[in-house]
């Protein structure tokens, strides 16, 4: 039964918290993904789990076990790093029975669980190969091979996709995903790639300065971000500064800058507030010429790129405020720069926050 919980745990070093009073629960058999900028303490979470550095404060369980002094090889982990750790003078075979020969499994047994991740990984017909003779993707298969084969329950993942071309990794985190199910392993996975956290995980956190800020499923944390933080680092979000102007039943209406107003979902917050805006580019509705919309501000485009899937628009509105705008490229009619367009703001799927204490634009700083 690997649960892990993390009760008021704080590491420091010097004066850095790369854990801030973290308290967090994983449960069993669960792909959980900490997602957060550079810095903020993911890979000191994962360490503090394995045992690999100690905490200064709290407690950390993993099953039913208090393990604060359970060495890292008591813990029952497998392990998988960012940069390749394969032993490089050890073919894939070796490599991957590793972990069951220093167990002392008899060789027989040690050979069954060999064939068996290493068909998992679908590298059988490699292991005979080093690791310098094998491409990234397959040396983090190996390494996810080996991390299986010492039969661990709990498996640490520090950005195992993080040293891959984008095509590798996004079938690499599939496959890890599907073994995770298949074994009924609890899975952390660490990832500064929100994309990639939305698209295996059931559940998140996502990690600021060694602090939580939210955990929720990616739909949770996408519908309902709690914080300006999260509405920019899950997905991507325009925000625009205002304060509350007035209240009514359907919502807030929020004062823009140069007195536009628009109209808002329900929060609890009081006439005059200062207050951030927070809209997705998919939901803005935009037309070609001016138009007497509800919700609606007229702007210009100052800029189109074309990606691909997606057409993005960069539009200014008449009260100064730049908005991103994006479309299916394939479904809609491509609208060009200089032209006047209206933007219509979708009124349930807005999002209200307090303007942030430090400043909007300290408070969405990732470093
Ligand atoms: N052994 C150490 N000694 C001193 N400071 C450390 C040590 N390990 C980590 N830190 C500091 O703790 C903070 C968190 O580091 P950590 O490696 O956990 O971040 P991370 O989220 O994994 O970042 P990245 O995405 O860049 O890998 C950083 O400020 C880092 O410099
Ligand atoms: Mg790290």
Redesign the pocket.
Known sequence: MPDVRLANVTKR??K?V?ADNVNLHIYDKEYFSLL??????????LRLVAGLVQPNEGEIYIGDRLVNNVPPEDRDIGFVF?TFALFPHMNSWDNVIYGPRVKGFDMKKAETIGHEVLEMVRLHERLDAYPNELSGGMMQRIAVARALAAGAKLLLLD?PLGQLDAKVRNVLRYEIRKMVKDLELTAVH?T?DQAEAMAISDRIAV?KK?RIIQVGTPKELYMAPKSVFVAHFIGESNFLEGYISSINKEGLIIELRNGMRVHTVQKNMKKGERAVLAVRPETFVIEKGIKKKKNSILGIIERTTFEGTNIRYKVRLENDDLVMVVKPSLIEEWLNVGEKVTVSFPQSKTHIFAYPEVGLKEELAVE
């Open positions: 070093y010097g850095i790369a957060g900028p550079s810095g903020c303490g993911k890979t000191t979470l960012q950005e660490v500064h990690i060694g």
